[in-house]
T-cell receptor, first 111, second 114 residues
Framework: GEDVEQSLFLSVREGDSSVINCTYTDSSSTYLYWYKQEPGAGLQLLTYIFSNMDMKQDQRLTVLLNKKDKHLSLRIADTQTGDSAIYFCAQAGGGADGLTFGKGTHLIIQP | SAVISQKPSRDICQRGTSLTIQCQVDSQVTMMFWYRQQPGQSLTLIATANQGSEATYESGFVIDKFPISRPNLTFSTLTVSNMSPEDSSIYLC???????????FGSGTRLTVV
């Protein structure tokens, strides 16, 4: 079955880069997503990458996809206190299936 | 991207009762998805709802416990029936808005069963 794995916690110092990693099992995934969930809030789509891409950059966010290893990463440059949240990796195989989520990575920002 | 209005945002319910959660989308969408996020956990897909047909439930979820309605292309409801404390979770609806926008989520319903 489909499975998405993430480490549960990441602690970085303010101003440093954060790299959140994710592995997935469904090689037929067409899109892979990163969502952000702040305390008490809903899910915010941060970025996505299509399965035929290796990299996508969007301002402070860089997504890297290694399809061979089924590894996805999200790099946040110049991490700020406002980046403190849970980051979910998710994969989609097609419109009828919805999303399969990882357990989420708690990003903790140290001053 | 689509905007989803979900309500209620939170509720505290007595065990044995039922709660109906509503999601209204500002555009017509083919499929709507319902998820559950248990405390400290990830999101798990409950079911997929297409307009005009019965919802498709994921393993571990049944229609008697989580009946879903989808009367038109902009609206859906999820009912959590005969609730127990184990049903305390955040419930979220979602729609696919095309690859440029991914899947959009409602703000969630935080349910506490006492």
């Amino acid at each position: 079955g489909e499975d998405v794995e993430q480490s549960l916690f990441l602690s970085v110092r303010e101003g440093d880069s954060s790299v959140i990693n994710c592995t997935y099992t469904d090689s037929s995934s067409t899109y892979l997503y990163w969502y952000k969930q702040e305390p008490g809030a809903g899910l915010q789509l941060l970025t996505y990458i299509f399965s035929n891409m290796d990299m996508k950059q969007d301002q402070r966010l860089t997504v890297l996809l290694n399809k061979k290893d089924k590894h996805l990463s999200l790099r946040i440059a110049d991490t700020q206190t406002g980046d403190s949240a849970i980051y979910f990796c998710a994969q989609a195989g097609g419109g009828a299936d919805g999303l399969t989520f990882g357990k989420g990575t708690h990003l903790i920002i140290q001053p | 991207s689509a905007v989803i209005s979900q309500k209620p945002s939170r509720d505290i319910c007595q065990r044995g009762t039922s709660l109906t959660i509503q999601c209204q989308v500002d555009s017509q969408v083919t499929m709507m998805f319902w998820y559950r996020q248990q405390p400290g956990q990830s999101l798990t897909l409950i079911a997929t709802a297409n307009q005009g047909s019965e919802a498709t439930y994921e393993s571990g979820f049944v229609i008697d416990k989580f009946p879903i309605s989808r009367p038109n292309l902009t609206f859906s409801t999820l009912t959590v029936s005969n609730m127990s404390p184990e049903d305390s979770s955040i419930y979220l609806c979602s729609v696919e808005t095309g690859f440029n926008y991914g899947y959009t989520f409602g703000s969630g319903t935080r349910l506490t069963v006492v």
